[in-house]
């Protein structure tokens, strides 16, 4: 899946041997370990700030949205120190982080300036948000989904190629994981 995962980010246009900073769960997540190996194999070093999302759930489900904001937000002043202090080419981050992250015109700037690639990881990004994150926000780094699931055993990567302004279609570590679309046949109805 590494090898795999490399040739796609090879695809597209993701620079080597770069160092990589990645917001992600450490932990007992797969992705934590799995945002290592990337960044050896396909990069020099990986700095890592840890993400705990039981964390911002269980916030959230108590109803405490704003010390989940303050959680999200701490995260993003730690990626801004390390934005500053090092030479960071690849940044992994969750797209509600990427958001706050552009929310803040030095951190645009840094990442503009160092950043050559950027892999984020979540369900969707409509494709107007996926346009200006490409065009205006980051025009000149390169901008990879990644979605991750303990369901498909690893991740689905963005297919490459696809323009600025399409939805982002993911493309599974085929022929190892597949999908289908099942569609239920209606049950019938009993009648009392």
Partial sequence: MLRWSNLSLDAHGFVRGAN???IVPTGPHIVGEYFRRSATTHGSHGF?????????K??????????AGAYAEHLIDQAADVLRTQDIGVLTITLP????LARRDELIGLVN?????????DTQLD?????????EVFPKTVLCGNYGSTM?????GERPGLPDDAPCVFGPYSPYVTFSVVVPEPRPQTRM
């Avoid at 982080?97 to 706050?100: A, I, Q, W």
């Avoid at 300036?113 to 990881?121: C, E, L, Y």
């Avoid at 494709?127 to 994150?133: A, E, G, N």
Wanted: glycine share 10%.
């Fill in 48 to 56: 890592t700030l840890d993400l705990d999302p039981r964390w911002v």
């Fill in 58 to 67: 269980k916030l959230i489900s108590e109803g405490r949205g704003a010390d």
């Fill in 152 to 156: 498909i055993l690893g991740f689905a």
């Fill in 127 to 135: 494709p107007d948000s996926r346009y200006l994150y490409k065009s």
């Fill in 97 to 100: 982080l990427l958001e706050r």
């Fill in 20 to 22: 990589w900073l990645g």
């Fill in 113 to 121: 300036q160092k950043v050559r690639a950027i892999r984020w990881g």
